[in-house]
């Protein structure tokens, strides 16, 4: 018979049973008790994963044991995604072993088809199952604008014979500018493929053929297009 020396015993095994519980069992073997974690994909969160000495091993009363408490499975480093391909995106999450959703959304710094936010930030932690929703660009939002204009009528001898048409965005982009013979009213004004805003002004500038001109301005809004 090999001793294990005067006032030994072997270190029960504690693994899987809670902080309370393990320590309660150590203590009640003579043992001190410290606390440490570390990840693990089997045991579950805040329960015992391994002890140090380990159990079953021979160690003498007063001694101290470390039990190891688990913090759950480590999980992978969450990746910036933005800017990647809808395809990159799903790629590196599947590759995770995440599940992915997709939302789109307009957006004027990345192009359509490329990511623009994720649910769950860079560096955050996350373990295979775990449902990560992206926004994919649609790009940017298009705009268009279209207008019938009815010439004033006649007013005693004076009367329109043009018009200066002029449409700026809420930006003070000119989008259309044009002179029209009174021969085209009423005149359709249509312009499309605006982008950065989806309002300005429109500005009609009517020439009399007294010489002078009469201005009209109003507050206009653009539909979306796409």
């Not at 309660?24 to 410290?34: D, H, I, M, P, R």
């Not at 101290?64 to 408490?69: C, G, N, S």
């Not at 500038?205 to 297009?225: A, E, H, K, M, R």
């Amino acid at each position: 018979v090999i001793s294990s020396g005067k006032g030994s015993v072997p270190v029960p095994d504690v693994s899987g049973k809670s902080s309370d519980d393990a320590t309660s069992k150590l203590e009640a073997e003579g043992f001190k008790v410290s606390t440490d974690y570390k990840y693990s994909d089997t045991v579950a969160q805040g329960k015992v994963v391994e002890t140090a000495p380990s159990a079953g091993t021979s160690a003498q009363k007063g001694e101290t044991v470390t039990i190891y408490l688990s913090r759950g499975p480590e999980g992978t480093e969450m990746p910036n995604l933005i800017g990647q391909t809808e395809e990159q995106a799903k790629s590196t999450l599947n590759s995770m072993g995440c599940s992915v959703n997709v939302n789109t959304e307009y957006n004027t710094t990345q192009e359509a088809g490329k990511v623009v936010g994720q649910s769950i930030d860079p560096g955050v932690r996350v373990t295979s199952g775990t449902t990560v929703t992206i926004a994919i660009s649609k790009g940017e939002p298009s705009y268009g604008y279209k207008a019938t204009i009815t010439a004033p009528s006649a007013s005693g001898d004076t009367y329109v014979v043009s018009a200066d048409i002029t449409l700026t965005d809420s930006n003070g982009n000119t989008l259309f500018s044009q002179s029209v013979d009174i021969s085209s009213f009423p005149y359709t004004l249509e312009k499309t493929g605006i982008t950065g805003s989806d309002s300005g002004t429109l500005k009609i500038t009517w020439n009399l053929n007294n010489g002078t001109q009469s201005d009209q301005t109003q507050s206009v809004s653009f539909t979306q297009t796409n």
